[in-house]
């Protein structure tokens, strides 16, 4: 009886530990808007990791924390929609690296910075609005897309 007890706890504690650990490192991701277009559309889930800024790679599509306004819970005045706590956008230059499309060659990303671009260059907010992102606004490492959008209109507006 000891032996049967012990063969079903163990796979159930192993289970409760994998779970706890992919609860911490993993995010799910709901992408709202098209400056990821095509690459991720509107509505689409993301399974994202997370892991320290030191890891992030030229070409990763990553999430970005957004400062604060007001609060994490905070409401679109103007839609009801819960604004979004994270923007998705894919690494184009790690620190030390020239800055995309800088006329100058003594535009360097600094020490613990990113920058970033949307793939939709044309509608895409990113860091040739704000300039780099410092390594502690990066949430975490886009892996891939687990279910596909239902498109403009999405009603979860979540990011993060």
């Known amino acids: 009886m000891y032996v049967a007890v012990g ?24 992408v709202s808007g098209s400056s990821m277009a095509p690459t991720y559309r509107d509505g689409d889930r993301l399974l994202a990791l997370k892991v320290p800024a030191r890891l992030v ?28 706590t994270a923007m998705i956008k894919r690494v184009a230059a790690l620190p030390g690296d020239r800055m995309p ?16 671009l ?4 044309g509608v895409s907010y990113d860091s040739r609005h704000t300039g780099p992102v410092p390594f502690d ?15 403009p209109g999405s009603a979860d507006r979540r990011v993060l």
Not at 118 to 121: K, L, Y
Not at 138 to 149: C, D, Y
Request: proline residues 7%.
């Open 57 to 84: 790679r030229r070409g990763a599509v990553v999430a970005i924390r957004m400062r604060p306004a007001g609060g994490a819970d905070r409401e679109d005045a103007t839609s009801g929609d819960p604004l979004p």
């Open 7 to 30: 063969s079903v706890a163990g796979p159930a504690a192993l289970g409760c530990a994998v779970a706890f650990l992919l609860r911490r490192r993993c995010a799910l991701l709901d």
């Open 118 to 121: 949307g793939d939709n260059h």
């Open 137 to 151: 606004r990066l949430a975490a490492v886009v892996l891939g897309r687990i279910r596909h959008g239902a498109g």
């Open 101 to 116: 499309g800088s006329p100058s060659s003594t535009d360097v990303v600094p020490a613990r910075h990113v920058y970033v």
